[in-house]
C-alpha cells in the first residue's frame, strides 16, 4: 500500500508492541517499531511516519523526553501517548512535552483505532483502507486506482464499473444489472456498452482481472482481497 499513512511503534514491552504491529497492519497501516527511543530517534528520519504511538516507561529515556525530540525533527509529526499512567499530572506533562493525544492502558483497539484515525484526519491524511486485490489497489474516497504500484488513469464512468465489480466480486453480475447501477435505470444504450467497458478496465488493468460468466455476465476474480467496508 504505496500511500497508506506511516505509523511509528515506541514500545518496550514485546508483547503489547506485538499486538499494535498486527492491529495497525490489518487495518492497513505501514508501521515500524522499536524497543527504544534512541532507535527511533534514530531511524525518524528514513521511516518519517506521520504518527507515533510512544510509550511513556521506555528503559532507555522517558516519553516526555523522546517527544520533545520527536517535536525537534518533525513539528508536523502526531504523537499518541501509550502508557500506565494515568494521573492528570501524567497527562499534562505529557501534552506539555508535544502529544497530540493520550491513552492509558490497557486500552481498547478499536478506541486505539479510532484516535489514531480522528488525529489522522486532524492532519488531513487519507485514513480509508483501499480495496485491494492481488496487484490492483483502489481508494474509493479519493477515486484512485494502483495497479503494480503504477497508477492508472480511468474515467468517471471506468471507475465507477470497477468499484461495482468490487462491491460485488462474489456473485456474477449480468449486463442489466451493470447498465442499471452504472448507467442508470433511465439509460436507453445497447448492453454493448457493457461490454466495450468492461474491456477498457481489461486493457487498462490485466486481462485476468474481469472474467466473463457465459450466459451471466461477469465477475471479478482476485486471491487476497481487503475492503474498507
Known amino acids: 500500500m504505496e500511500n497508506a499513512p506511516k505509523i511509528m511503534i515506541v514500545e518496550d514491552d514485546r508483547k503489547i508492541r506485538r499486538l499494535l504491529e498486527m492491529e495497525l497492519e490489518h487495518a492497513g497501516y505501514k508501521v515500524a517499531s522499536f524497543d527504544s527511543g534512541i532507535d527511533a530517534l534514530e531511524n525518524f528520519k528514513q521511516f518519517a511516519p506521520d504518527l507515533v504511538i510512544l510509550d511513556i516507561m521506555l528503559p532507555d529515556m522517558d516519553g516526555y ?37 493520550y491513552l492509558t492502558k490497557p486500552f481498547d483497539n478499536e478506541e486505539l483505532l479510532a484516535r489514531i484515525k480522528a488525529l489522522l484526519r486532524r492532519k488531513h491524511i487519507d485514513v480509508s483502507r483501499p480495496y485491494k486485490i492481488g496487484s490492483l489497489e483502489i481508494y474509493e474516497d479519493r477515486r ?18 470497477l468499484i461495482y465489480l468490487v462491491k460485488n466480486r462474489n456473485r456474477a453480475v449480468s449486463k442489466e444489472e451493470i447498465l442499471n447501477a452504472v448507467w442508470g435505470i433511465d439509460y436507453y444504450g445497447s448492453d454493448n456498452t457493457v461490454e466495450v467497458y468492461i474491456n477498457y478496465l481489461r486493457k487498462k488493468l490485466s486481462p485476468d482481472l474481469i472474467k466473463t460468466v457465459r450466459g451471466i455476465g461477469y465477475r471479478l476474480v482476485g486471491e487476497e482481497l481487503e475492503t474498507n467496508h
Request: glycine share 8%; aromatic share 8%; charged share 35%.
Open 144 to 161: 484512485t486506482v494502483y495497479y503494480d504500484g503504477k497508477e492508472i488513469d480511468l474515467t468517471k464512468t471506468e471507475f465507477e464499473l
Open 65 to 101: 523526553e523522546i517527544a520533545q525530540n520527536l517535536r525537534k525533527l518533525s513539528p508536523d509529526v502526531l504523537i499518541l501517548m501509550l502508557t500506565a499512567l494515568g494521573m492528570k499530572k501524567d497527562k499534562l506533562t505529557g501534552f506539555e512535552s508535544g502529544a497530540d493525544d
